[in-house]
T-cell receptor
């Protein structure tokens, strides 16, 4: 059983398009995250959700809109894709609280042409 | 804002040599976590340290949390090719956010 799953694994698209990435966790966690990992491997948090509520928005452009329909799902929609959006996007989840490990999904490699 | 830096950025070692990565935070941390990311993979949790001066071991891996709780280290004894990957430390910034270190990419030459 996959703990944190993401779809799609790869996404290749043209500049200006809109795309979505889906994430689901079956661990019963309350908190979910989106991270962006650039070509230099820096892992930067984008959003944190707790019980479907947005808690952290790390100065991400408005073109990025996360949505959490329930505790187990956190999707990421990106409008008007730009070249600089090319990266690997990881979803993660954890129990609530700073002392809990995060479980990461396999990642979605987004390439904007 | 809070920053977490790691050195070195890259390290190439011969199989069997030891390896250490250092993690430094600009602020005092309540705890620190370590993750390993294999090439093409996702970060996987290794360990968490909470107490000042804490040392934990996992087989050939030794993790240490500094006395001031602003730095940490990961030491691997006698590296193996399976140790290849990027090692990240991560410190909390509030309840719902972790700041990941810049990472150390380890290559092990057979």
């Amino acid at each position: 059983d996959t703990a944190v799953s993401q779809t799609p694994k790869y996404l290749v698209t043209q500049m200006g398009n809109d795309k979505s990435i889906k994430c689901e966790q079956n661990l019963g966690h309350d908190t979910m995250y989106w991270y962006k990992q650039d070509s230099k491997k820096f892992l930067k948090i984008m959003f944190s959700y707790n019980n479907k509520e947005l808690i952290i928005n790390e100065t991400v452009p408005n073109r990025f809109s996360p949505k959490s329909p329930d505790k187990a799902h956190l999707n990421l929609h990106i409008n008007s894709l730009e070249l600089g959006d090319s990266a690997v996007y990881f979803c993660a989840s954890s129990l609530t609280g700073a002392l809990n490990e995060q479980f990461f999904g396999p990642g979605t490699r987004l390439t904007v042409l | 804002g809070q920053q977490v830096m790691q050195i070195p950025q890259y390290q190439h070692v011969q199989e069997g040599e030891d390896f250490t990565t250092y993690c430094n935070s600009s602020t005092t941390l309540s705890n620190i976590q370590w993750y390993k990311q294999r090439p093409g993979g996702h970060p996987v949790f290794l360990i968490q340290l909470v107490k000042s001066g804490e040392v934990k071991k996992q087989k050939r891996l030794t993790f240490q949390f500094g006395e001031a709780k602003k730095n940490s280290s990961l030491h691997i004894t006698a590296t193996q090719t399976t140790d290849v990957g990027t090692y990240f430390c991560a410190g909390p910034s509030g309840t719902y956010k972790y700041i990941f270190g810049t990472g150390t990419r380890l290559k092990v030459l057979a």
